[in-house]
């Protein structure tokens, strides 16, 4: 029997990969989560073991964990403090370190993201040693993989760097329903632009290949452009009896290293600018602090932060950027991605709006 422990399992790439897992013959599932709900769920729909922990706390007990023979580890070390979030992300690696000098016959499969490799294309095949100050979300995925350079186990531990996942919960996936929902998105000339998606299945095979790449990249799919996906996944209604209004063809063409430039020249200072303030800042109400109700809001306009974010938008704004790094273009990738959203839309009764409005 494999035992797999998943980390980060309540997520919505964790409870497709746990759901995937539970299903095998021969195999028992630990999912690892910080969120009592939603372990309580998994527990009801999968009857797996589950376990309330954080593995980003300083506080975390490495004995609460069980033995195991896989580690998946898809945790995020989130925060509102760089140096606070830098430090739960070296925390998490130390302790998965502890785990496997314990536990000597585990292997580690730990998710990265391709984000990473915008600013620094040359590490598709490495580990990132330096932080990125792009966001909180690139801080605390560079801060895990330089950790990680630290703590290397050869032979026991890999990284996968997952595109932009693709689940009927996660927000890539979410957003191409909208778009499908909505017969359109927000900028029509980034429908050309790549999606660099990929499926859970990149991470399956990262799961059960202990003998694959140290860096791999889930990139099979990473290819396709949002147009292309929306038609296939369009066309995938259809076959299945659905209805979906709105054409898929690309309206100019999207500029994505000059938006992406100044977006994260914008992020970075105000990151930067924190590192040297108290720790405290992480965990106190922020109206406590002195002068913050005058610095917020100059805050929130740079940052963009009084906006919705453009994924929530309907029609959403899907993000254009360059192509990852080996993005490959499988028809068989396209049409799995195109049969997960097709799926989803109907199974939640998902009508196009501009039928709705018809009908009034």
Known sequence: ??????LGATGGVGSVLTSLLAERPDTSVAAVSRNRVLLEELNRRLGCETLQFDVTSSAARLGELPAADVVVDLTYAGGRHPRAIVRKAENAVALIGAYLDRHRAARLVHTGTWVLLQRRPSYSDRLVTRLDWSSTYTLSKSAAERALAREWWA????????????TPDSIWGVALLRALRASKIESAE?????????GVDALVEAVDDPGGEPVALGSSAAGWTW???LEAAARAVVRRGGEICGEWEPV????AGAARSRTTVIHSLPLRGLWPMPLLLD??????????LQVAPVLKRMLGAHE?????????????SDVMPGAGRDEAALQALADVIAEAYLERGYTPLVQQAGGV
Not at 1 to 6: A, F, I, K
Not at 155 to 163: C, D, E
């Open 252 to 255: 100019g063409r999207a500029a």
């Open 155 to 166: 032979g026991r531990m890999r990284v996968i760097r997952l595109g932009n996942v693709v």
């Open 1 to 6: 029997m494999t035992r797999w422990l998943v």
């Open 308 to 320: 919705a974010s453009p994924l929530d938008r309907l029609p959403p704004g899907l993000p254009a």
């Open 283 to 292: 965990t106190v109400a922020l109206d406590s602090i002195p002068g913050w």
């Open 190 to 198: 980034t429908l050309i632009s790549p999606a660099n998606v990929c």
């Open 227 to 229: 147009g292309e996906i």
